[in-house]
């Protein structure tokens, strides 16, 4: 009986531990290569990581987007589909990345949600 109770026990740790830990690409973003793309895309005109400027920091992104499960398939879906927004409160087509690469646009993603 104390044995299955100390099974239980531990299978609820490991549950938690596995909800509290980073997302899972937090080790495998390749910080380089995503500031690079960032770069050649222009979106470092409009975006700092920890300042915000035309667009929001990519800290508060991450923030903002903490603990949601599908925060990565949306922003995929953000930078490669040229959504609307506001800029200066002119609506434009949001800036999407120069690549045709999923890997590469996920890397990028990672990237943000890791600041
Ligand atoms: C011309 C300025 C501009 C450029 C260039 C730009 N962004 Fe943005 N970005 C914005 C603005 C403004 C917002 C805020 C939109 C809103 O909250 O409605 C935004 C929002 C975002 C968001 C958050 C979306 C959300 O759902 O909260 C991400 C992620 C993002 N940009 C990434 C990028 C990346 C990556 C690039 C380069 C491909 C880029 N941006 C280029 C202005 C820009």
Redesign the pocket.
């Known amino acids: 009986m104390n044995a299955i109770k100390a099974a239980l026990a531990l299978g609820a740790v490991l549950v938690l531990a596995a909800s509290l830990a980073p997302a899972a690409y937090a080790a495998g973003v390749d910080e380089a290569a995503a500031e690079a793309l960032?770069k050649k895309?222009?979106?470092?005109?409009?975006?700092s990581v920890a300042r915000d400027?035309?667009?929001?920091a990519?800290k508060k992104?991450a923030a903002?987007?903490k603990g949601q499960a599908d925060a990565e398939q949306?922003?995929v879906a953000?930078?490669t589909t040229g959504q609307k927004?506001?800029?200066e409160g002119r609506e434009?087509e949001?800036?999407?990345?120069?690549t045709k690469n999923e890997a590469e646009v996920r890397n990028?993603?990672g990237w943000?949600l890791t600041r």
């Open positions: 960032a895309s222009d979106c470092l005109k409009c975006h400027k035309d667009g929001p990519y992104i903002k987007y949306k922003l953000f930078l927004v506001k800029i434009e949001h800036q999407a990345l120069k990028v993603v943000i």
